[in-house]
Structures are given as structure tokens and as C-alpha cells.
């Protein structure tokens, strides 16, 4: 799964028009098709935290429950003092100018170009020397890596105003433009991100279910029971049902026990 | 190979830096203040960082040498480490290091002279023979065309004969070493698995028979090697992979010129043990019945002990007794 972000509709709407993405929500402007969910933040970082916190528990808690492994991509304008308008460029380091912190987004190939990327709460009177200003990303990166692995969140903008560009030129039209002009690299990243979040092994949920909902397992047994499901699909077999001598049994304390005894008897060459 | 590389602001025009930055000119550069903020952060993942790992160089300022483990040696009473890199070309699942580390990235700790003004402070607070273990946190040599920090390891230990060096790997990167004469004081130390547990477990190690190569080359030019077979990993058929992997490495190497064999049982320490099920769940060496004694996760102590001596019921064949050095 992927979740994209995006501080305001002009720049939401190219990507959400190229993945034919549905409206779904009304708390926040969510949109989702399949395994892509859109979020439609506001600007600023506040903003950006609370809609990621909410995304999180939707696909975390409600619409994925048991998926460990969710993709992030922040995508949206930029300033920069020099680069040209229309320019993309994915964020290898992320600062936040008010705290001081910082964040270094793993790199996995060099076929996009890259660039430093400030995170300010109001937009300033001259840029910062070779770098990016946004007013989202470090919130965003700091609130996804929470959820997720560091490796699947990632920033790409795209240069909306510079020196000779100035700020005060950029409207929602504009803006719109430019992610209309970047938005198949904008997809494209975001599919190599969900396959790399796809690499990640889920945990066995059929049958983990099937056996939860039948018999009455404590929390410890809980855990017993997810690891021992675990070495059994890796020893013996990714059972979609419940195993037929499993049937017979009559106690929580029982089936863990036809499992350790499974388990513990397997063949154990590699 | 490389696309990424970090520096520290601290060494970016360090020759070495420089000279490794020269090797990958396509590769991104990005500086950091301290190679901290970019290796083993609370939130990486280690499997997918290792799908492409970057490259750090940085500055190491304290601990470059450290006393080895308990039951890590091979007869000395001194014994110690180093690492000038931390993390492995290779990507072995029983691996330690998938466990103590959250990042994958190759670290490369450019200020070499330091390790071995301290590796002479270390030695010289003793009359006694000192021994020195490189790759321990990495493979000595898989990275040596990048670091080129074998001739001037050999160099150091040139001068210094009463600190010992060995390089333990499982590398075929033997160049700087054939362009060095052999040294009394250096073993070559190469670790292998029988070929069962290497096609499963070994991704990206060089062919065994390869290594056999590197291994006869070196000895026939005068230098002494060392055979490491840890760890070992029961399985059903352990007499018959081992004895044929000795076999296959004893008609290449002179057993007579060996300097030392160690072996030891597949052990980690349980936290590193959780942590690598977390990483790999479907892998199948995790879910065998270990259990836990001695801090560590192991096979259960009977496999272990008959383990352990079929093995070194199949080294006696060719070499005696008194270089054999198990490791616990």
C-alpha cells in the first residue's frame, strides 16, 4: 500500500485525475483506488502531521488491519534560489529550519535528481543558499517514520519559484501546471516505493484469524501463537485452513501444543 | 555499484576520501555533519536498505580497538579487534550483523592511521605476543579495491612484528596481498560453509571453489593461512558436507603450512536473534528448534556438541590437533 500526500488540491488534483483515485472520505480530503490513498493535508506542518496520524490509523487499524508495511510519498512545490521552474527533485536531506533537526532520506538509485530541502513555517525573504523551502516536509517525515520504515518515506517537489520567479507569482493554476507536468515521475516513484514496501514479508493473517477466532487464546498465548504459525509456514507450509487434526482439538493450550510438536519435528534441513 | 555516498563535512577532503569519491563518479554525494545522523537510525530497515546500500565515510574518534569476545582466538592470550568498516558486501542470512545493525550501508572510517597508533599503544602495554582481528564487523577484504586499506595495514604490521594480523574473510580480493611479500605475522584467515549451506545461506560470496583458488595462490606465495568454519549448521547430512568440503579444500591446500583452524556452532545473541526473525520470518534457519543457553540462541546443546565433534572428527584427517581452535 502507498499513501501520497499533498498540502493543497492544486497540486492533489493531476495525480488524483492520472490514478483515477475516488473520493472516500469527508473528515479529511482522502481519495483512494485500490492500494493508492491520496490525502489532501492543508499547508503547514501542523496540518501535515494531523492528517498523517489520521492516515496511519486508517490503514493501520480500519481499512488494512495486520498490513505492516505502508509506503509514504510527499509530493508538492518548492522554492529554490537558483533552479529552473518546473524542475523535480527528490529530498536527500530534509531540515526543519525552527528545530534544527534533520532527516536523511535513503537514496535507491540516482536517476532522479536530488536535493537538500528546508522545512520553514512562513516563507522567507530570500532563499536559503542551494537548497529547497518547503513548508511541509519535515513534519511529514518526522510523523511518517513513526509507521513506517525509513526507507519508504520520501519527498519529491517540484520547483514552483526562484530568484527571478518570485513566490508571490505562484497561484493554484500554476501550480497545478507544474504537477501536471511531473505527474507520470511522481507515479513512477511512487510504484518503485510501494514495490520496495511490497518486498516486506507480511505476517501470516488467514489463519492466524481462523485459529483466534475459534479458540480463546491469552495475550502471551497470542504471541506464542503468531510465532509458532510463523515457523510452521516456514518449515512446513503456508496453511490457508485450518489443519484437519487441528479440528479435534478442544482448548487454546491444545492447538499450541499440535503446533510446538509440528514444528519441533520438522525436517530440519535447510 | 555505489549510488550514494555520505561524508562527513569533517573529511570531505581527506585524501582517502577523495580517492574512493574519485572510483564512483556517477555516485550522489551528500555531506553530513556526523555519520550518525545517516547510519542505524531507530527507524531503518536493514533488508531494504541492504537491496542498495550507500556508502558512508566518516572519521572514527575513539574505541578503534577493542579485546575480542571470550573464546575468540586461535592460542594467543591477547587478542583483539578492529573494524575500519562496519557492514558486508556479502549478505549472509546467519549474519550477526543483520541483528546489530539497522542500517546496511557500508561504513568506511577513512582515518586508518589512528587504528594503528593505537593498535602500537595496545601492543606495547604488554611484552607478549598481541594478536589483531580485522573482520569482525565486515569482510576484510570484499571491499579492498575501494578502501585500499590492506597495504597500508601491511605496511604497519611489516614494522611491528610482534602484533599479529589476521584477516579473516571469505573474499577472492587477494591482490594487495600478492603484491606484498609475505609476512610471519599475518594470517589470511577464510571462513566457509559446506556448499548446501552456502547455496542457501551465502548470497553474494564467491564460488567455494574459487576461494580454494585464492587460497592455493596465496600459499604458494609463502603466506599463512587459516581455515574458519563457523559457523556450523546442523543439518541431517553434516558429517557427509563437511567431510566433503575438506576434502575438496585439503587437495588444493598443503594442510602442513595451515596456521590455525576454528570452528564454532551457528550462535547469536538474543537480541540480535529476534531481531533478524523480525527481518526474515520466512527464513527457514530461524524457525528451526534453537533454544537459548549462555545468553545466546543456538541449537540445543546435544546437536551442538555432536555437531562440534563430527566436525572436528573430520578436520583430524588432515590436520593435528593442536592448531584446532574452537570458538564458543
Not at chain 2, 562496519?86 to 557500508?106: E, H, I, K, T, V
Request: glycine content about 4%; aromatic content about 10%; charged content about 20%.
Amino acid at each position: 500500500m502507498i499513501n501520497l500526500i499533498a498540502a493543497t488540491r492544486a497540486e492533489a488534483d493531476p495525480v488524483i485525475a492520472a490514478l483515477k483515485l475516488k473520493r472516500i472520505s469527508t473528515n479529511f480530503d482522502l481519495y483512494q483506488h485500490d492500494h493508492i490513498q491520496l490525502i489532501i493535508s492543508g499547508m503547514g506542518k501542523c496540518n501535515v502531521a494531523t492528517a498523517c496520524g489520521w492516515l496511519a490509523n486508517r490503514t493501520f487499524n480500519e481499512e488494512a488491519a495486520g498490513a505492516t508495511s505502508v509506503a509514504w510519498l510527499n509530493f508538492g512545490i518548492a522554492g529554490h534560489a537558483t533552479h529552473e521552474l518546473g524542475s523535480a527533485y527528490i529530498a536527500h536531506k530534509i531540515t526543519d529550519l525552527a528545530t534544527g533537526e534533520l532527516w536523511y532520506p535513503h537514496q535507491f538509485s540516482n536517476n532522479l535528481p536530488s536535493s537538500e530541502l528546508t522545512t520553514v513555517d512562513t516563507p522567507l525573504l530570500d532563499y536559503l543558499p542551494d537548497q529547497l523551502h518547503d513548508m511541509e516536509a519535515s513534519s511529514f517525515i518526522k510523523a511518517t517514520r513513526i509507521f513506517s520504515d525509513a526507507e519508504l518515506v520520501q519527498c519529491i517537489k517540484v520547483v514552483s519559484d526562484n530568484r527571478t520567479n518570485p513566490l508571490s507569482a505562484v497561484n493554484a493554476k500554476f501550480a497545478n501546471s507544474l504537477i501536471t507536468n511531473s505527474v507520470e515521475m511522481i507515479i513512477q516513484q511512487a510504484e518503485q516505493l510501494e514495490t520496495l514496501s511490497n518486498t516486506i514479508p507480511q505476517p501470516e493473517t488467514r489463519l492466524f484469524n481462523l485459529l483466534h477466532s475459534r479458540w480463546h487464546f491469552s495475550a502471551s498465548q497470542t504471541t506464542q501463537l503468531r510465532r509458532l504459525l510463523q515457523r510452521y509456514a516456514a518449515l512446513l507450509d503456508s496453511a490457508e485452513n485450518i489443519p484437519e487434526p487441528l479440528q479435534q482439538k478442544t482448548s487454546s493450550k491444545d492447538v499450541l501444543n499440535w503446533l510446538k510438536g509440528q514444528v519441533d519435528r520438522a525436517d530440519i534441513s535447510l | 555499484m555505489i549510488h550514494t555516498i555520505y561524508i562527513e563535512e569533517e573529511i570531505r577532503d581527506h585524501p582517502r576520501t577523495l580517492r574512493i569519491c574519485q572510483r564512483f563518479p556517477n555516485a550522489r554525494t551528500i555531506y553530513c555533519e556526523r555519520y550518525t545522523s545517516v547510519f542505524n537510525n531507530n527507524s531503518q530497515n536493514f533488508r531494504l536498505q541492504k537491496k542498495n546500500p550507500a556508502l558512508i565515510l566518516a572519521k572514527k574518534h575513539q574505541k578503534y580497538v577493542l579485546p575480542t569476545p571470550a573464546g575468540y582466538g586461535v592460542g594467543s592470550e591477547r587478542n583483539f579487534y578492529f573494524s575500519h568498516m562496519l557492514n558486508c558486501l556479502y549478505d549472509c542470512r546467519y549474519c550477526f550483523l543483520q541483528g546489530m545493525y539497522r542500517s546496511a550501508n557500508y561504513l568506511i572510517f577513512v582515518n586508518y592511521e589512528d587504528f594503528f597508533e593505537e593498535i602500537t599503544n595496545t601492543a606495547s602495554a604488554s611484552t607478549e605476543d598481541s594478536w589483531f582481528f580485522s573482520g569482525y564487523d565486515c569482510d576484510s577484504l570484499a571491499m579492498d579495491p575501494v578502501t585500499d586499506f590492506m597495504p597500508t595495514a601491511l605496511e604497519y604490521f611489516s614494522n611491528h612484528p610482534k602484533s599479529y594480523l589476521e584477516i579473516r574473510t571469505k573474499s577472492t580480493q587477494i591482490r594487495s596481498l600478492l603484491n606484498h611479500e609475505a609476512m610471519p605475522n599475518c594470517v589470511v584467515a577464510f571462513s566457509f560453509s559446506p556448499n548446501n549451506t552456502y547455496k542457501k545461506l551465502e548470497h553474494g560470496v564467491p564460488d567455494i571453489n574459487k576461494r580454494i583458488r585464492a587460497m592455493k595462490k596465496l600459499q604458494n606465495n609463502g603466506w599463512r593461512l587459516g581455515l574458519r568454519l563457523d559457523p556450523v549448521i546442523y543439518s541431517p547430512t553434516l558429517q557427509a558436507d563437511y567431510e566433503s568440503l575438506l576434502e575438496n579444500i585439503f587437495q588444493s591446500i598443503d594442510a602442513k603450512l595451515l596456521h590455525s583452524v576454528s570452528y564454532g556452532m551457528f550462535r547469536l545473541p538474543k537480541p540480535f536473534y529476534k531481531k533478524m526473525i523480525r527481518l526474515y520470518p520466512e527464513e527457514k534457519l530461524f524457525s528451526l528448534p534453537l533454544t537459548e543457553h549462555d545468553a545466546q540462541v543456538s541449537f540445543e546443546q546435544t546437536t551442538e556438541l555432536s555437531s562440534l565433534e563430527t566436525v572436528h572428527t573430520a578436520l583430524l584427517k588432515y590436520v593435528e590437533e593442536k592448531i584446532i581452535f574452537p570458538c564458543r
